[in-house]
Nanobody, 119 residues
Framework: QVQLVESGGGLVQPGGSLRLSCAAS????????MGWYRQAPGKQRELVAR???????DYPDSVKGRFTISRDNAKNTVHLQASSLKPEDTAVYYC?????????????WGQGTQVTVSS
């Protein structure tokens, strides 16, 4: 059983910043990749950022230069620093982990945290 617990969402004004955090726990041996996706009402879930265990990162153009992902391998945590936020960043943000357990590799998801960018 693997759990991902997110924290740090909320209401922020346009141009503001916030930091999302996610902690993975349970019987997971390794996590080659962790990341964040988001889903706005009426839209498909989309990648926000991802990071490998070696520190390689990937961002879509929509957030590049504004968002920064980081992780602590020893603690199985991942963070997303979001800056210069825009109303279009409003969405539910989901933490995800691609990890290995006794049953092999699987993708796990957190419950989601709401981020609202509004004045």
């Amino acid at each position: 059983q693997v759990q991902l617990v997110e924290s740090g969402g909320g209401l922020v004004q346009p141009g503001g910043s916030l930091r999302l955090s996610c902690a993975a726990s349970g019987s997971i041996f390794s996590i080659p990749e962790m990341g964040w996706y988001r889903q706005a009402p009426g839209k498909q879930r989309e990648l926000v950022a991802r990071i490998t265990s070696s520190g390689s990162t990937d961002y879509p153009d929509s957030v590049k230069g504004r968002f920064t992902i980081s992780r602590d391998n020893a603690k199985n945590t991942v963070h997303l620093q979001a800056s210069s936020l825009k109303p279009e960043d409003t969405a539910v943000y989901y933490c995800t982990a691609w990890g290995r357990t006794t049953t092999g590799f699987n993708r796990y998801w957190g419950q989601g945290t709401q981020v609202t960018v509004s004045s």
